[in-house]
T-cell receptor, first 113, second 114 residues
Framework: NAGVTQTPKFQVLKTGQSMTLQCAQD?????MSWYRQDPGMGLRLIHY???????DQGEVPNGYNVSRSTTEDFPLRLLSAAPSQTSVYFC????????????FGEGSRLTVL | QQQVKQSPQSLIVQKGGISIINCAYE??????FPWYQQFPGKGPALLIA?????SEKKEGRFTISFNKSAKQFSLHIMDSQPGDSATYFC?????????????FGEGTQLTVNP
């Protein structure tokens, strides 16, 4: 059972480039979300989805786009990368009814030059 | 602003000692308070969680103490071991999200010396 899989693990971008961070889960979880982790700031919610076709903004959504066409996949798109988006990104999923038990991927480290 | 404040930022404890990490929150709508443990290069993993209808929850060497009136909660790690060395995050979520949307504290890097 793979759990939550994120790709790529590492990425370097130049300012203004776009890219997509991939997230897939094989646990049939309804809920999926993206967080970014920065030193001294903990994890902050970017976007989340409560099911296929449904997405909403979290605490820090600006500069990011998401879609949820299937239960398994929840990609995060950076439209025009900025140095402020240098961070470690985590995808998480949760089974409906299992309060608070978020399962995280291993993260994608993004550097924007 | 940080809705969940965590302290200390870093903590060094000797093997066998007690590690204590504190968190305070502002939003009275929060009603679920988990702690996550993160090892280097890995994603956070749920360690233990509490709801405000109880003042304490214990699982093995890990205990959460909760003070609703003070809007504070803490993690105690008894008999700390080198394998406990990790970053710990407290978090909180309001009832209507069923814990799916967490507000995290800043994190505490715990080092347990052998």
């Amino acid at each position: 059972n793979a759990g939550v899989t994120q790709t790529p693990k590492f990425q370097v971008l130049k300012t203004g480039q776009s890219m997509t961070l991939q997230c897939a889960q094989d646990m049939n979880h309804e809920y999926m979300s993206w967080y970014r982790q920065d030193p001294g700031m903990g994890l902050r919610l970017i976007h989340y989805s409560v099911g296929a076709g449904i997405t909403d903004q979290g605490e820090v959504p600006n500069g990011y786009n998401v879609s949820r066409s299937t239960t398994e996949d929840f990609p995060l798109r950076l439209l025009s990368a900025a140095p402020s988006q240098t961070s470690v990104y985590f995808c998480a999923s949760m089974l409906a009814g299992r309060t608070g038990e978020l399962f995280f991927g291993e993260g994608s480290r993004l550097t924007v030059l | 602003q940080q809705q969940v404040k965590q302290s200390p930022q870093s903590l060094i404890v000797q093997k066998g000692g007690i590690s204590i990490i504190n968190c305070a929150y502002e939003n009275t709508a929060f009603d679920y308070f988990p702690w996550y443990q993160q090892f280097p290069g890995k994603g956070p993993a749920l360690l233990i969680a509490i709801r405000p209808d109880v003042s304490e929850k214990k699982e093995g060497r890990f205990t959460i103490s909760f003070n609703k009136s003070a809007k504070q909660f803490s993690l105690h790690i008894m008999d700390s071991q080198p394998g406990d060395s990790a970053t710990y995050f407290c978090a909180a979520s309001p009832q209507e999200t069923s814990g799916s949307r967490l507000t995290f504290g800043e994190g505490t890097q715990l080092t347990v010396n052998p």
